[in-house]
């Protein structure tokens, strides 16, 4: 197989971070295949997939197709994968893992169609070159992705390796923290672009106002991460990467100077959390975006020009205690209406019951999962008065 040559790329993301990823795939140039729920189809060299690796914001991983076939027992699994020159793609000194997602009627065992195709790879570079590589769990090195649904089977070089939603600056997650890619997508849905100012009172660990910076300054976050899977490969263009990188940094750079970006106030009533956030952006490099102070959410500064003012309220199902929390949620239903006119306000919450005693009526309830748990981003237009709902 010839990575020099498109192929299908499949992007994975989080249940219901589709239509966000589409966008930003689209954005990039890229021709949009089949949309699934849990990730976009495309096609791409394994050269292209560097720039998605680089750019993408809600996505997991970037999967380029190396084959495709019909497969009905572990034995002809073990044929088919063998067929691939894997000489050509993996050194012998490198170190493989493989993951599976497998829906067949013939495997029990899930670990099983790994282990069979692991083997079928290390035994082909083995006869052909005389050494192979290592296997185990560790996501750093080679990751190939199998999906094996009924009969048919696609096997993929996973080129992110781990997930693009790590994006290694929460060295301090502090409770709860919101998934980085998920952070992204509610900042996106918002229209949040730098221009108006952002409040995030409950910042906890600080994830969505430095996905905001990210965002505002037009920040690659593949720019935080020193480590992809397709880094690996033999076919991999050093050449290529460097000069992506460092224009992508350049471009950057540029846009960011050409913006005035406005404040984005980050708060929360706990010390460590406010400790964790700001540790977090400067490891991010947008600690000078961010405005942090300690404080009840009702204390907190609300700029006069008006913007986005953003919440993610603990609801109730791993931390908080439900009875507290009611009066936490009317609390924020009165300092919307009281202090935030202008605004559009939000709350992402996973709990309706709750979201229930803001007491003022919403524009929008836009779906979301964080891990399994079914969430609302709730969307406020706050002006002088906003009536309570009857
Ligand atoms: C679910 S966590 C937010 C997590 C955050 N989105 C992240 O990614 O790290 C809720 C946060 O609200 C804070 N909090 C709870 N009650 C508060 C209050 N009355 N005023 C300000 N912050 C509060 C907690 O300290 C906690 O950090």
Known sequence: MDMKEKSTVLIT??????PYLQAEIEELGFQIGPVHDTGVETRATLNETMLLNLKLRTAYNVLYLLKEFRCMDPNQLYKNVGLVEWEKIIDSDEYLTVISRVNTMSIKNSMFPSVKTKDAVVDRILEKTGSRPDSGPERDNIVLGLYWYQENCRLYLNTSGRKLSDRTYRKIPHKAPLRESLAAALILESGYDGTMPLVLPMCGSGTLAIEAALIATGRSPGL???NFCFMHTKGFDKTAWQNLRRQTLN??????????IKPIIATDIDPEAIDAAKKNALTAGVEHLIEFDVCDFTETTIPEEPG????????????GDTEELTQTYEKIGDFFKQSCPGYTGYIFTGN???????????????????GDIDCRLLKYELYEGSRKKT
């Open 13 to 18: 993301c989080s249940s219901g971070l589709a």
């Open 224 to 226: 935080l991460r020193a």
């Open 251 to 260: 471009a950057d750079k540029k846009n960011a100077k050409k913006k005035n």
């Open 308 to 319: 986005i003012i953003m919440l993610n309220p603990e609801y109730g199902m791993r931390l």
């Open 352 to 370: 309706p019951d709750l979201a229930k005693k803001v007491g003022l009526r919403t524009s929008r309830k836009i779906p979301f999962f964080n």
